[in-house]
């Protein structure tokens, strides 16, 4: 056997052991801290009730559901979609130029009304995020949807799912025992899978033998995904197996607002404005921003775009007085150059060997990262010496489609359908909650989506079919030109 297949074995052999335990049921035992617990299994009343003792039992039938907080997540719809590691015939390890899951169909929800996720732990509200977790769980579970948000009745002929994929490192961060808790007090003996995990033994997969001692895994995701320590965790928990007695460096940074960016939330980014805007309209990072500043020492570092993707307020003697990010790309400059400041800051001497992109909108952006950390390298030797030509990105949707197939098998829940059957979702506010406070974009004002608190009860949103109106044309654009195996499912065609 030659050395190229010895080291293609070896790193076969280490993502079985890696990916094996990762079909999990069953969470922290779960209490009534959350109303909506309970009213799904006993509340007939409940908007939220389920009758679980009707749930299917023999489910091959039944689609896989898929959530995120926005469009991100449907990188790893594409992910799994691509996926072909294995015989579809003996489902043994090997590819066979069919796509694993073309027999399956999905239901996917991008909770669009309550992002981004990412904020509801730096305003204290980590409970209610767990609690928008457990909701978008329990739409997948259940039956109904409404056709348009003003509809005074949801329609009921939507399929339960057989396998739950939480796509969204956040919803995973903060929410993953909790709904796993939860649905195990439903009764119901239904997988659900977090991402983190899948990002975090990827990252380890790429350090060859002694890099170990000279590396850095980058993580680049949400900033209440770093909050919760989520990653290095993980890293850790997994290098101990894997790298016993060393210290592998991790270096993470918040994305501030690039999720929002991307998704075009007003609060982060608006195409219309071209002078600063006021502190209650934008809410990313700043000259006098507590938590993530813009620092004019390293102008030339951020290298930003100008025109209105960079919003400056001067004051009469020319003086800075604002410094606002308006375009994707600026957001992206501004993260990336402190993920690279802080390596050098916390780790010299290292090399960054690769970063985790921890939100699933990044991998959408991979190239302008890339083209961001080459500017770098090229700007200043300090920077030159710890970021690699060939740096590795992680996009933990490829680890996390393996993971959802060794569940699939596990159970022997492998359907016979087609990708082309599937459907997918978005939340909207409700226009027909009387105390829901909705501006006229549509959209939740801030103060009150990030406001809100848990055991109301309310349908806060209401869960409609993608359409037009709800999907903006950079959005679909952007779907069909960087996904497009997604992009012919979700449009059939």
């Known amino acids: 056997m030659s050395e190229k297949h010895i080291r293609i074995f070896i790193a076969a052999m280490l993502l079985l052991v890696f990916l094996a335990p990762a079909c999990k049921r069953g969470g922290h035992p779960v209490t009534e801290k959350f109303k909506i617990i309970s009213e799904v299994k006993t509340d007939k009343d409940s908007p939220f009730f389920i009758d679980t003792k009707k749930y299917p039992s023999k489910r091959n039938s039944l689609?896989?559901?898929?959530?995120?907080?926005?469009?991100?997540?449907?990188?790893?719809?594409?992910?799994?979609?691509?996926?072909?590691?294995?015989?579809?015939?003996?489902?043994?390890?090997?590819?066979?130029?069919?796509p694993d899951f073309e027999a399956e169909r999905f239901i996917y929800l991008a909770d669009e009304a309550n992002m981004p996720y990412g904020k509801y732990n730096a305003e204290g509200k980590a409970d209610f995020l767990r609690e928008l977790v457990i909701k978008d769980v329990r739409f997948l579970l259940g039956n109904d949807y409404y056709e348009a948000p003003a509809d005074s009745m949801p329609k009921s002929d939507k399929a339960p799912v057989k396998a739950i994929v939480i796509a969204c490192n956040t919803a995973t961060a903060y929410g993953l025992e909790t709904v796993r808790g939860a649905v195990d007090s439903w009764g119901l003996n239904i997988p659900i899978l977090g991402i983190i995990d899948a990002g975090a033994k990827s990252a380890l997969l790429k350090l060859k033998p002694g890099e170990e001692n000279n590396a850095v895994i980058g993580v680049l995701a949400t900033e209440g995904t770093c909050a919760s320590g989520g990653y290095p965790a993980s890293i850790k928990n997994y290098a101990k197996q894997n790298f016993p007695g060393n210290h592998i460096h991790i270096a993470q940074q918040a994305g501030i607002g690039l999720a929002g960016a991307i998704d075009g939330d007003l609060n982060y980014i608006d195409p219309a404005a071209n002078t600063a805007r006021s502190d209650e309209d934008y809410k990313g990072p700043g000259l006098n921003h507590p938590q993530f500043p813009i620092d004019t020492s390293l102008w030339a570092e951020y290298n930003f775009e100008g025109g209105n993707g960079l919003l400056i307020e001067k004051n009469d003697k020319g003086g800075l007085v604002k410094v606002q990010l308006n375009s994707v790309g600026n957001y992206i400059k501004y993260c990336t150059t402190h993920l690279v400041v802080k390596i050098v800051e916390e780790s010299p001497g290292r090399v960054l060997n690769s970063i985790i992109l921890g939100c699933t909108h990044y991998p959408f952006f991979e190239d302008e990262i890339r083209s961001h950390l080459m500017f770098l390298k090229q700007l200043d030797e300090k920077y030159d010496k710890i970021i690699p030509g060939g740096i590795s990105f992680i996009d933990p949707a490829q680890s996390l489609a393996y993971s959802l197939y060794n569940c699939l098998a596990k159970d022997s829940l492998w359907g016979a359908d087609d990708n082309v059957n599937s459907e997918f979702f978005i939340s909207v506010p409700n226009p027909r909650l009387a105390s829901n406070e909705i501006d006229a974009n549509g959209e939740f004002p801030y103060e009150y989506k990030y406001g809100r608190a848990i055991n109301s009860s309310n349908q806060f949103v209401r869960i409609v079919p993608f359409s037009d109106k709800w999907v903006s044309k950079s959005i679909k654009a952007r779907i069909k030109q960087d996904i497009p195996t997604a992009y012919q499912v979700i449009y059939k065609n």
């Open 63 to 98: 689609p896989i559901g898929i959530f995120d907080s926005g469009t991100g997540g449907l990188t790893v719809l594409n992910s799994i979609l691509e996926l072909d590691k294995f015989n579809n015939k003996t489902h043994e390890q090997g590819p066979d130029s069919l």
